[in-house]
């Protein structure tokens, strides 16, 4: 099983970005995905997440109105798009899947079975 995000770079403050999370050896329908990020000398910390089953989402309070998760099944792809970027926007993303999470547990790292090496994305102000 392979993940990997890409579609990171250098953004501007109030622009866009969309970050896309492909994998290889799993279908992302039966998956719950998740995004995550980690600013220098910061832990990582959760973005958002859709869920495998009815496709909830929940988000972190500081990007929630900024950033989306969609989900494109028969591209077995997970995007995240990023409006309104913010300087403190600034981290390396990374995508992650897990089968079978409870809504309770969406934003713990540790409920995640697969992880993709990351992208990193910089926000100019």
């Known amino acids: 099983v392979q993940l990997q995000a890409c579609g990171g770079g250098l953004g501007q403050a109030g622009g866009s970005l969309r970050l896309s999370c492909v994998a290889s050896?799993?279908?992302?329908?039966?998956?719950?995905v998740g995004w995550f990020r980690q600013a220098p000398g910061k832990e990582r910390e959760f973005v958002g997440a859709?869920?495998?089953?009815?496709?909830?989402?929940s988000y972190a309070d500081s990007v929630k109105g900024r950033f989306t998760v969609d989900r494109d099944n028969a591209e077995n792809t997970v995007y995240l798009q990023m409006n309104n970027l913010l300087p403190e926007d600034t981290a390396v993303y990374y995508c992650?899947?897990?089968?079978?999470?409870?809504?309770?547990?969406?934003?713990?790292?540790?409920?995640?079975?697969?992880w993709g090496p990351g992208t990193q994305v910089t926000v100019s102000s």
């Open positions: 859709i869920r495998s089953s009815g496709g909830t989402r």
């Open positions: 050896g799993l279908s992302f329908r039966a998956y719950t």
């Open positions: 992650a899947a897990g089968r079978s999470i409870i809504l309770s547990s969406i934003r713990t790292e540790s409920a995640y079975d697969y």
